[in-house]
């Protein structure tokens, strides 16, 4: 290999090769970031008494976040949480009629043009977390009804057990 001379210093091929390596890997990083948290406005009001989970309902996500009651409708109440760092979105389900059938589901990360996370309970509800600004189209088109900006659900045929 020959040594190349640039602004009267030589460099080897091997240092050439390196600095190729980190310039593209840099290229990389700016032309695709790193996924930004879901924008969920609702999370920026002050807390109530109402944002306290249901006892024996498991916070999601675990360690610090922020939890609000976000709709309470067919005696159905739906949370909406997102830990500090906003990388993680969740919501939790839980049917006042049926407390042991609570459910919750977590996404991470976001594009404004993707569900965050789908999660349901046999026989209750199905329901869906999307971020600010979502398009909401295709979920009424399947079925979903908007119990809140950012919370689509969709009943499901039966409660198990029940006739």
Known sequence: MKAQRVA??????????ILAIVAALA???LLNPLPKPAELA????PATAADTLP???TAVPEGEHTLRLVADVDDIRYFVSQNT?????????????HP????????????????IVRTGSTGIVTAVLVPDGYNTA??????FKK??????AAATPRVPGSF
């Not at 760092?85 to 009629?97: A, Q, R």
């Not at 919750?104 to 594009?111: H, Q, V, Y």
């Open 27 to 29: 290229l990389g990083v």
């Open 147 to 152: 119990v809140h900006e950012n919370v689509y």
């Open 85 to 97: 760092e906003g990388t993680t979105s969740c919501l939790t389900v839980f049917p006042d009629n």
């Open 42 to 45: 609702v999370l920026d009001r």
């Open 100 to 115: 042991r059938q609570w459910v919750a589901g977590c996404g991470t990360g976001s594009k404004s043009d993707q569900e």
């Open 55 to 57: 006892e024996g309902v």
């Open 138 to 143: 295709e979920l009424e088109q399947g079925g």
């Open 8 to 17: 009267g210093k030589t460099l080897n091929m091997p240092v050439l090769i």
